[in-house]
């Protein structure tokens, strides 16, 4: 590898790392709101679950798992053999918020504008760590196809 594929590589690896940190600040974040003030978040959209208990405790329950998830994200920040399920969580929660959202307003109509714009974000954001995963995806197989190269060159005959 020579120096410029180095200096592509860390700017890879720091923009993957910046990627699944802000992917799960944001989840962590949302979740963490959702289960500590509900009403104040919702409330944003023009919800109000202030008087409904039960819709409430239905909105904190997926609250949980996306908390999970943000942390899982951000795991791959850390840790650089959870950078693909990383980057496979924030692409499958992202792009699955997203799509459902759209698939919402085709089915139910146009919701609260902060909700549109949240489907947008959802959609951009899941596309990119899809993007991202792909491409690191092939990049661990290159590497494997080199490393394994290599390693039969050293097997030939008269190969100390």
Known sequence: ??????????????????????????????????????DAFYQGYGI????????ANELKAPAGAL??????????????????????????????YGLSRILSMAIDGAPHSGLVSAAAIEVVVGAVCLVVLMRQKRTNISRRIVAE?????????GAA
């Open 67 to 96: 908390l999970l998830a943000g942390f899982l994200m951000m795991a791959g920040v850390f840790k650089v053999g959870l950078t693909i399920p990383s980057l496979g969580i924030a692409a499958a929660v992202y792009l699955s």
């Open 48 to 55: 109000d679950i202030s008087t409904n208990v039960s819709l």
């Open 1 to 38: 590898m020579n120096r410029n594929n180095k200096e592509v590589s860390a700017i890879s690896l720091y923009g993957t790392r910046a990627l699944l940190l802000a992917s799960g600040l944001i989840a962590a974040g949302i979740a963490t709101t959702i289960l500590i003030a509900p």
């Open 149 to 157: 190269d290599s390693w039969h060159a050293g097997t030939e005959e």
